[in-house]
């Protein structure tokens, strides 16, 4: 069932560092660096890559905002992206700027980068985050070293893996104590089992094992963790808000922007979990063009599929399918509410 070719997607120490403020005269105020994995072959299909998603949205935001932005990966030059689809906005509005598809068909090396000033890091991820960051010596020197001039650390989806075992001067780990995101054990499950047999650790676990708070949300809902100056985005639909996150941690104002039928669509979501059930359906029934459906249908499927579903949450899980389901002529829509009533039956 393709109702969520969209949604598939690309995944140690003691106690907290007080944030302080910078005394690096070295460093630009408006500079920012984009991280992404070397790991790459064959569109994820050989070894798994970066997101192409994450890395654009996060270009836009930052773009839109007046910041520079670089692009490094551990082996620098041209890096390979899972599959994605090149017709959403957001892609094809990268792939139509010569400059920052120039900087990505050439990424800097990590090792060229290790001692500039950046005023924020942002780590991109996609599963080969998982391989080739968190061993990169010359991306944690970046990281200590923007963290203890005072910049902003970021990272979203599986890009927290590269914060698991950053050491700082003192020896205590960058994020020992402190509160962070990244994909869940629950994403993780449902959407990147093909590469879990080699991954060293799942990485929520990998983050609670280095000393962090780890917090989640329901499946692909927006989530942004923000503890002083490191913040993290749980998964793909966090990046927007993760990059916006970083912007006024910048101490910047941000730049409005009108929201994406997809952000619309999560953000009805998170609002029919909190209880507006009435309020969610009737914003979809009077402008269900402002939404992507299949998104919301899907959705819905997937949490009714998590495994150890609870009665909560398939229920819940049902109400966003049928709210759904007038606007969206799929057959297997209603087999899958009617799938997910049988397990309801059933659930304790």
Not at 8 to 24: K, V
Not at 39 to 45: C, F, H, I, K, L
Not at 200 to 220: C, K, N, T, W
């Amino acid at each position: 069932m393709k109702i969520l070719a969209s949604v598939a997607l690309g995944l140690l120490a003691t106690a907290a560092i007080p944030a302080q403020a910078s005394t690096d005269t070295g460093a630009r105020p408006d500079r920012v660096l984009l991280v992404i994995s070397s790991n790459g072959v064959d569109q994820g299909q050989t070894r798994p890559g970066f997101e192409m998603d994450e890395l654009s949205q996060a270009y836009a935001v930052f773009a839109d905002n007046g910041l520079s932005v670089d692009i490094a990966s551990p082996k620098g030059g041209i890096v390979v992206a899972d599959k994605f689809n090149p017709k959403k906005s957001f892609n094809s509005r990268f792939a139509a700027d010569p400059v920052a598809s120039a900087k990505l068909n050439a990424t800097l090396t990590l090792a060229s980068v290790r001692d500039q000033h950046y005023a924020a890091v942002f780590v991109v991820g996609g599963k080969g985050a998982m391989f080739d960051l968190p061993v990169d010596v010359d991306l944690k020197s970046l990281l200590a070293q923007t963290y203890e001039r005072g910049g902003v650390i970021s990272a979203v989806c599986h890009g927290p893996a590269a914060l698991m075992n950053v050491p700082m001067k003192d020896g205590r780990s960058l994020i020992a104590g402190r509160a962070v995101t990244g994909l869940s054990n629950e994403e993780e499950l449902l959407f990147g089992k093909k590469w879990l047999p080699a991954f060293p650790v799942l990485l929520e676990d990998g983050l609670r094992g280095a000393g962090a708070r780890f917090s989640e949300a329901p499946m692909m809902l927006n989530h942004v963790v923000t503890d002083g100056r490191i913040i993290t985005g749980q998964n793909p639909y966090s990046t927007f808000s993760t990059a916006e996150a970083v912007v006024r941690a910048m101490g910047r104002k941000v730049a409005p922007r009108e929201l994406l039928a997809e952000e619309h669509s999560i953000a009805l979501i998170s609002q029919m979990l909190a209880g507006d059930t009435k309020a969610a359906q009737q914003s979809l029934n009077a402008d269900p063009a402002r939404y992507d459906v299949p998104l919301i249908a899907a959705w819905g499927l997937y949490r009714s599929k998590t495994p150890g579903a609870d009665h909560k949450m398939i229920e819940g899980a049902i109400a966003i399918m049928e709210t759904a389901l007038p606007h969206y002529d799929e057959p297997q829509l209603a087999a899958a509410i009617a799938e997910a009533r049988t397990k309801l039956a059933t659930a304790s």
